[in-house]
C-alpha cells in the first residue's frame, strides 16, 4: 500500500469513529405493529384500524361512530387506585394534561372529560371538519360539571356519554339514528332504549349513581356556553364546549431505538411502577393506592352487568387481575376481577467497541473514539471534551438507574457525567423545550451507579420520574495522556408506564405483523422482537430476527403463529 493510500484509510478510519465528525442516525417509528390490534401511533392510524377491524370502513357513519365510541371507552378508562386524568409539569406545579394521545395511549385513564376531548379531535381529525363533533357539558343543580360529546353521523348529530356508557337510538333497528341531546333529555327515550335489542351497550357501566343524573337532563340545548349562560345557567341543560383545533401535533409516540436498547413491555402490573405527581390536585377523585389504578367496574358488580353487556369484555378479559383486598379500594371492587395497570422497560447499553453508540449522540467536542478502554476520550490534553447522548421513550418513565465507569490517571484529570430532562408538554407537541438544569449524576475515576426515580422528584432534582425525554452528558478534561482519561462503559434500565391496551396484542393461530420505522436506511444491524405468550400448557415464546436487508418501503413484514395463545404475557425488542 502507497504512504498516500496509508494516508487516506487512517484518515477515514478516524472519522468513522470521531463522533465530532460522524453521527449516526438512531432507528425510529412505531416499530411492532400487530394487524390485530390497533396501531397506536397517532389519532388516524388509531381510528384507522378500529374501523378495519371491527369491519365498517366502508358502513354508514353512524356505525363508524359508534364503532370508535366502544373501543374507545376501552382504551381509557375511569379509574380506582390514583391519578385519573393526567397531570404534568415540575413537581408540584403539574398543569392538567390536554394531549390526547397521552390520554388514548400513554395513560389509559380519564375523566369524562378527557374521553370527550379524545372523540373530538380524533373524530374531526378523521373526517377533516372542525364540525363533525363537539365536546359538551352540563351543570348539575351543586355547581358540579359532567363532559361528554355531540358527533355528526350520516347528516345529523348524536349524544355520546363515554363515562356513563350510553348513547340513544330513535328506533330498535341496526340502522336506528343515534338522538341528539335534545333527545336524550326526554326521559321517554330512555325507556324505550333500555327495552331495546339493539340498544347501546352496556347501556350504563354504574347505573346505580348515574342513571339519575342522566335522566335529569332537559330536552334544551344550546350551541355555546354563552348562550347558555345568557338563558341563564340552569342546571341540567347541555351545550356546546368546544376546544379541539384542526391540525395540532400531539404527543410524539414513535419509539427511538439506538443500538444497544432493548425495549420490554408487560401486560401485567407485576413491576408496580406507576408517576405520582406531587400535585394532589390529582387525587381528588380517588386516592393513590399501592397496587395503582384498576377499571372502576369488575366482572361481579352490579350483577355480573359489564361482562353480560359491555363488548368490551370479551376484548379486556385475558388480561384481568386481581384487586387487593387489603389496600383501600372500594368494597365493591376488593377481591373481584378488573383491568389494571401495565408497565414497560427501557435498558440501553452503549455499544463503546464499535460506531453503534454513536445512534445516541446528539452533540460532541474535542472527544474521540478508541478501540479499547477508556473508549471515549478528549482528543487533546488541556481541552475540555464532552459527548451529550440523548434518548426518548414514547410512555411516561418512572424511575431508573444509570451505572458505568469513569477513568482518570493523574490527579488532576477531571470526568463526570451529568444528566438532565426535558419536561412534559401538557398541551401539546408544540410547546416550547423546556429542560431542567445539568445535575452530576457520577464523577471518576471508577464505577458508578446512579437512582433517578420518585425520591428525586420528591426533593425537585432532575430525575427520569414523570418525563419522556432525558440526556446524559459526559465531561473530560486531562493535563497529561488523554489515552488513560474519558468514559469505559456506560448503561441504564428504566422503567414506564404503558396503557396495557396500547401493546400491540396478537392472538392464537397465526398473526400477521409489522415492523414499521420512518427511514429504513437508519437500520444497521439484525433487530430481534419475542412475543411470550400463555397457553394452558404454559409459556410459550415466538422470536422473529430482521435483518436490515428485509425492509420495503420503512416495514418488515411477517406472519408470526401463536398456537394456543390464552393471553399475551410481554413483547420484547432488542436491537
Not at 137 to 162: I, K, Q, W
Not at 179 to 192: I, K, M, N, P, T
Not at 261 to 279: C, G, H, M, Q
Request: charged share 25%; with cysteine.
Amino acid at each position: 500500500m502507497t504512504r498516500t493510500r496509508l494516508f487516506t484509510a487512517v484518515l477515514l478510519i478516524g472519522l468513522l469513529f470521531n463522533p465530532s465528525a460522524l453521527r449516526c442516525q438512531a432507528v425510529s417509528g412505531p416499530l411492532v405493529v400487530a394487524g390485530g390490534w390497533p396501531e397506536c401511533t397517532s389519532l388516524a392510524t388509531w381510528t384507522r384500524d378500529v374501523l378495519r377491524l371491527d369491519r365498517v370502513e366502508q358502513a354508514s357513519g353512524t356505525r363508524q361512530g359508534i364503532s370508535v365510541y366502544t373501543w374507545l371507552r376501552l382504551f381509557n378508562r375511569v379509574a380506582e387506585g390514583g391519578m385519573q386524568h393526567a397531570w404534568e409539569g415540575p413537581p408540584g406545579e403539574e398543569a392538567y394534561v390536554l394531549d390526547v394521545h397521552k390520554h388514548l395511549f400513554v395513560y389509559g385513564w380519564g375523566y369524562c372529560d378527557t374521553q370527550s376531548r379524545i372523540f373530538e379531535a380524533l373524530w374531526r381529525e378523521w373526517t377533516g371538519d372542525s364540525t363533525s363533533a363537539y365536546r359538551v357539558c352540563r351543570m348539575n343543580e351543586r355547581g358540579g360539571y359532567h363532559t361528554m360529546y355531540r358527533v355528526r353521523l350520516d347528516g345529523s348529530y348524536g349524544a355520546f356519554d363515554p363515562r356513563f356508557g350510553f348513547y340513544l337510538l330513535d328506533r330498535d333497528s341496526p340502522d336506528a339514528r343515534v338522538l341528539d341531546w335534545a333527545g336524550v333529555g326526554d326521559d321517554r327515550s330512555f325507556e324505550r332504549n333500555e327495552k331495546f335489542r339493539n340498544r347501546c351497550r352496556p347501556f350504563f357501566e354504574y347505573a346505580v349513581t348515574e342513571k339519575a343524573g342522566s335522566l335529569a337532563l332537559d330536552t334544551v340545548f344550546f350551541e355555546s356556553e354563552p348562550e347558555w349562560i345568557a338563558a341563564g345557567k340552569k342546571p341540567w341543560q347541555v351545550f356546546n364546549d368546544p376546544y379541539h383545533l384542526m391540525g395540532t401535533a400531539y404527543h410524539d409516540m414513535n419509539w427511538r431505538l439506538p443500538r444497544g436498547t432493548v425495549i420490554e413491555r408487560y401486560w401485567d402490573n407485576s413491576a408496580r411502577k406507576f408517576y405520582l405527581p406531587l400535585n394532589r390536585g390529582t387525587y381528588e377523585e380517588t386516592p393513590a393506592l399501592a397496587s395503582g389504578r384498576f377499571y372502576r367496574v369488575t366482572e361481579k358488580m352490579f350483577v355480573g352487568n359489564w361482562p353480560r353487556f359491555d363488548p368490551n369484555y370479551l376484548r379486556a378479559e385475558p388480561y384481568l387481575a386481581v384487586v387487593p383486598a387489603d389496600e383501600g379500594y372500594p368494597e365493591q371492587m376488593a377481591g373481584d376481577r378488573t383491568i389494571g395497570q401495565a408497565w414497560g422497560r427501557l435498558s440501553w447499553e452503549a455499544p463503546l467497541d464499535g460506531e453503534g453508540y454513536l445512534d445516541a449522540v446528539a452533540a460532541s467536542h474535542n472527544m474521540v473514539h478508541q478501540a479499547r478502554a477508556p473508549f471515549l476520550r478528549p482528543a487533546s490534553a488541556s481541552v475540555p471534551g464532552e459527548v451529550v447522548f440523548d434518548f426518548y421513550c414514547p410512555f411516561v418513565l418512572v424511575d431508573g438507574v444509570f451505572s458505568g465507569e469513569l477513568a482518570a490517571a493523574g490527579p488532576e484529570d477531571r470526568v463526570s457525567l451529568e444528566f438532565r430532562a426535558m419536561l412534559p408538554k401538557p398541551l401539546d407537541r408544540g410547546e416550547a423545550d423546556e429542560w431542567t438544569g445539568w445535575r452530576e449524576i457520577a464523577s471518576g475515576p471508577g464505577a458508578f451507579e446512579a437512582f433517578l426515580g420518585r425520591d428525586s422528584y420528591e426533593r425537585h432534582l432532575a430525575t427520569v420520574h414523570g418525563r419522556y425525554r432525558f440526556q446524559l452528558r459526559l465531561k473530560a478534561y486531562c493535563t497529561g495522556q488523554a489515552e488513560a482519561v474519558g468514559l469505559k462503559a456506560l448503561a441504564f434500565k428504566c422503567f414506564f408506564e404503558t396503557g396495557i391496551m396500547s401493546i400491540p396484542q396478537i392472538f392464537a393461530g397465526e398473526n400477521a405483523l409489522a415492523f414499521k420505522v420512518n427511514d429504513q436506511q437508519a437500520v444497521k444491524a439484525p433487530i430481534k422482537f419475542t412475543y411470550n405468550y400463555q397457553t394452558r400448557d404454559g409459556e410459550r415464546t415466538s422470536r422473529t430476527v430482521i435483518d436490515p436487508g428485509a425492509f420495503s418501503d420503512n416495514r418488515a413484514s411477517f406472519v408470526v403463529g401463536a398456537p394456543g395463545l390464552v393471553r399475551c404475557n410481554s413483547l420484547v425488542i432488542e436491537y
